[in-house]
């Protein structure tokens, strides 16, 4: 799992990776920032981490390298990326495309971009309905196939911090539901389609 904030959708997987039947397990957590919070709660539960800084690396693409070496230490299965903060380019993609999943505040392809940004551009909009999207990460911003969407309404009267608390309520049980129904059931993409369990093709 890739995180770069408090991670709380990390905490939400912690959470249910200790029944066996869930059929997933958070394998290791990699940061892009030493003082996440999320590395806290990993260690909690015993979960080996790592970070890696950009402050530390040349450039973009010895960053991007760096980063997929650390998840490949973990040999996971699937990826999630929750509030990581920096684009993953073609070095990452290479070795783990088509199995890395990012959570974003947003009914994408409506706001894509940062979360923070996204919760406010959709705000800012006057949008009746947002929410999350799960989707699997591409070279673009947000650009990947849809897992999974969930709609949260706007109230009246919401600032960006209560809508985003509304959003990410409904986010992590969305991610904890899906992460499990894939480790339990497969997952293949037909071109933009992602189809988890059923029938192979
Ligand atoms: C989530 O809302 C995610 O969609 C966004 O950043 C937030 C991360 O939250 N990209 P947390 O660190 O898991 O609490």
Redesign the pocket.
């Given at each position: 799992m890739l995180?770069s904030?408090?991670?709380?959708?990390?905490g939400a997987l912690l959470a249910a990776h200790d029944d066996p039947a869930y059929g997933a397990r958070v394998v290791g957590v990699v940061s892009s920032r030493g003082d996440a919070g999320?590395l806290e709660r990993a260690r909690a539960a015993g979960v080996p981490t790592a970070v890696v800084d950009p402050a530390d690396f040349p450039d973009r693409t010895a960053w991007d390298e760096a980063v997929g070496r650390a998840v490949e230490v973990f040999d996971p299965q699937l990826v999630v990326l929750?509030?990581f903060m920096r684009l993953l380019g073609e070095p990452f993609l290479r070795r783990f495309g088509g199995r890395t999943l990012n959570?974003?505040?947003a009914l994408l392809p409506s706001f894509p971009g940062l979360?923070g940004a996204a919760v406010r551009g959709a705000l800012e909009h006057g949008v009746k309905l947002t929410g999350?999207t799960l989707h699997l990460i591409d070279e673009g911003t947000d650009t990947g196939p849809i897992v999974a969407q969930v709609a949260v309404p706007v109230e009246p009267g919401d600032t960006p911090e209560v809508l985003?608390e509304r959003?990410?309520v409904a986010?992590r049980a969305q991610l904890v539901e899906w992460v499990g129904r894939i480790a339990r059931e497969g997952m293949r993409v037909e071109g933009r389609t992602v189809v988890v369990g059923g029938p192979a093709a």
């Open positions: 995180v904030g408090g991670g709380t959708n990390l999320g929750a509030g959570t974003h505040p979360g999350s985003l959003i990410k986010e």
